[in-house]
C-alpha cells in the first residue's frame, strides 16, 4: 500500500507544466494535472483517501497514513481551470471538508508528528485555494470551523510540539480574517 500511495502522491505533484522554477520548495500553489484525469474531479476520490489514512491509522502504518494526507494535500491544490464544471468543485471541496472535519473530531493519527504537520498543510491549503465565501456556502462549514478552530486552540496551546506546522494553521486565520478585514476598511 506504502509503494501505492507513494505513486500517486509523486503522480499528484509531477509538474506537467513546467512551471516551478524552484524544486527546493515542497509547497505548489496549485496541482497541474492533465485534464483527462477526470476521475479526479470526483468527490469519492478524497474519501478514498480519508478511508486509506482512517485504516492506515489502526494498522498503525504511519507512513501510509503520511503518505495519504499528502496525496489530499495535492488534491486541495488542484488547479481551477482542472474543473469543467464548478459543482465538480464545490464538491470536492464538501468532500474534503468532511474528511478533515472527521479526523479533527476524532484525532485519529494526530499523535503522529508527520500526520500531524500534514493536517495542518492540509487544512491551509483548503483555505488558500478556495475564497471565504466558497467556504462559508458549504453545508459543512459550520462543524468544519468549530474542529478547525478547536483544533487550533489545542494546537497553540501546545506551542512546544511541532512548532513549524503551526505557521500553516497561522495563516490559515490570517487568511480567513484577511477578506472580513478589507470590508470593514472600505
Known amino acids: 500500500m506504502k509503494q501505492v500511495l507513494q505513486l500517486a502522491c ?10 516551478i522554477p524552484d524544486e527546493t520548495s515542497d509547497e505548489q500553489s496549485t496541482v497541474m ?6 476521475m479526479l474531479r470526483d468527490e469519492g476520490i478524497p474519501k478514498l483517501f480519508f478511508d ?7 494498522a498503525n502504518w504511519s507512513e501510509c497514513s503520511q503518505l495519504c494526507l499528502q496525496c489530499l494535500v495535492l488534491l486541495a491544490a488542484l488547479r481551477r481551470s482542472f474543473f469543467q464544471k464548478e459543482e465538480d468543485r464545490t464538491r470536492l471541496l464538501a ?3 468532511q474528511g478533515t472535519t472527521g ?7 494526530l499523535q503522529d508528528n508527520n500526520c500531524y504537520h500534514e493536517l495542518c498543510r492540509l487544512l491551509g491549503k483548503i483555505n488558500a485555494t478556495h475564497q471565504l465565501n466558497e467556504l462559508c456556502t458549504s453545508e459543512q462549514f459550520q462543524v468544519w470551523i468549530e474542529q478547525v478552530y478547536s483544533f487550533t ?8 510540539v511541532m512548532p513549524n506546522s503551526k505557521h500553516y ?4 486565520w490570517a487568511a480567513m480574517v484577511s477578506p ?7
Open 10 to 19: 509523486n503522480c499528484l505533484s509531477f509538474d506537467f507544466m513546467g512551471t
Open 33 to 38: 494535472v492533465p485534464h483527462s484525469w477526470n
Open 52 to 58: 486509506l489514512f482512517s485504516r492506515s491509522c489502526s
Open 95 to 97: 468532500s474534503m471538508m
Open 103 to 109: 479526523v479533527l473530531a476524532s484525532k485519529m493519527g
Open 153 to 160: 486552540m489545542d494546537s497553540l496551546r501546545h506551542w512546544e
Open 169 to 172: 494553521l497561522l495563516s490559515f
Open 180 to 186: 472580513v478585514d478589507r470590508k470593514s476598511v472600505v
